[in-house]
């Protein structure tokens, strides 16, 4: 169990701030290799169960520590269809590597950077893999997202005829949406997209179900399942006072048009988005880092993130915390928004928030965060970005009401298979979870896929 980690080479933090190019920058094959040769090869290997898509990891790493990086690549997509993807933007340090041996009494093996390197590795080498007849069926997915990506790639290769309705005209959801290009470029995301299309997924874009068709107008097209992948998009709000003033955005709506309408490459792309000179940014986790990092290269000259309680409970993940920090993010922790305020013309001038302190644990586990009385001050801020989460659109369940749903808005649906109580009908990922992770989402199309094939044999019979 040796030493710590090998460090992957990142870009100085003062020239990054001024561009978009990908703030960390992988792993060379020496130092992959180095890597690679601190795992132990457990006999049981509970790095695994950690993994949400099930990836064979010791025999992943086994192979790149003997410089086999193509059929490590390989051994991967045994399970994972988005490895380069998982590699950068999955919080392996709570899921695989939280679980590694090594880490009991020295830092985890970096798996997540081993996963990106072998993916890396791989582009533009490796054989897409041949699909058969896809004669067993037609299943559509609704949603180009992670969770319904993960799904239509395992139906595929089960020999499924799968075609996705996607509402955006570009496949992704929150990869391709929300995550910035400097922590996922997105020639990476449309070259897995790529892939997953080449085992004869087609996927349909402009399409809203819901609106230009419905589930059972699917039904009666002779798809014999369909699985909803929808994600959580609807952006959740305070509720305070000047919300509706110019200069106040949802984080869903700042990273859309930041990244899906390419304004970070204005002029070049027509899609501009105004961002003032000291935006604050209402939440803590990765969403609000996103959101919080991008207005500094958008050209914000200072750039805030407002919570609520303290450092500990922030959600985001420490990379991600410790990225922004070296940016120079300022964080106004133990603070909380009670109204934003405007000038006559109707933009934001400032936030005025109250101090907080740390109570009891609440529900999640966090320590409760309770105002203290006279604390309020008001910080002086031109744009205000809230993000405090996503909830499901309800466009697609106002036209399926037979589809039970929680009262939080998500779909009722098994944990395990993703049943819904609509026969035929499966869910995953946020539209059923609320805002997760990525790996979270695949997770959860891949259970699906098992279980609709399932669903589908046992029609036959």
Known sequence: MKGKKVKMPEQDPKKRVNNFKE???????????????????????????????EVDIPDFIALVAEGEFEKAAQKIK?????????????????????????????????????????????RGKEEIEVIGNQDK?????????????TA????????????????????????????PEFRLPKDIVKDEIEKIEKLGVEIKYNHVVG??????????????????????????????????????????????????????????????????????????????????????????????????????????????????????IRFELLNNPTEILGDKEGFVKGIKCIRMELGEADDSGRRRPVPIEGSEWIMEVDTVIMAIGQRPNPILLKDAQDIETTKWGTIDACDESGETSKEGVFAGGDTVTGAATVIEAMGAGKRAARAIDDYIKNLRK
């Open 78 to 122: 045994e399970k994972n269809n988005l490895p380069a993807v998982c590699g950068r933007v999955c919080p392996q340090e709570e899921q695989c590597e939280r679980k590694c041996i090594v880490g009991i009494k020295n830092e985890a093996v970096a798996i997540g950077r081993l996963e990106r390197f072998v993916a890396d590795y791989a």
């Open 211 to 328: 609106k230009i068709k419905g589930l059972e107008e699917l039904f009666e097209e002779e798809y014999k399942a369909v699985f909803i992948g929808t994600g959580a998009g609807l952006p959740r709000f305070l509720g305070i006072e000047g919300e509706n003033l110019n200069g106040v955005y949802s984080a869903n709506e700042f990273l859309t048009r930041v990244n899906l309408m390419k304004a970070y490459r204005f002029p070049e792309y027509k899609t501009p988005v105004h961002t003032g000179e000291k935006v604050a940014v209402v939440g803590a986790g990765n969403v609000a880092m996103d959101a919080a990092r991008t207005a500094l290269r958008l050209g914000a000259k200072e750039s805030i993130i407002v919570y609520r309680r303290g450092e500990d409970e922030m959600p985001a993940r420490v990379e991600e915390i410790d990225h922004a920090k070296e940016e120079g």
């Open 152 to 179: 239509a790639a395992d139906l595929a290769k089960m020999g499924y005829e799968v075609t996705i309705f996607e509402a955006f005209h570009e496949a992704g959801g929150v990869l391709t949406y929300g995550i």
């Open 23 to 53: 703030v960390t920058l992988g792993y060379t094959e020496e130092e992959a290799i180095k890597e690679a040769n601190r795992c132990l090869q457990c006999k049981n290997p509970l790095c695994m169960q950690g993994c949400p898509v």
């Open 137 to 149: 069926g037609k299943v559509a997915i609704i949603g180009a997202g992670p969770a319904g990506l």
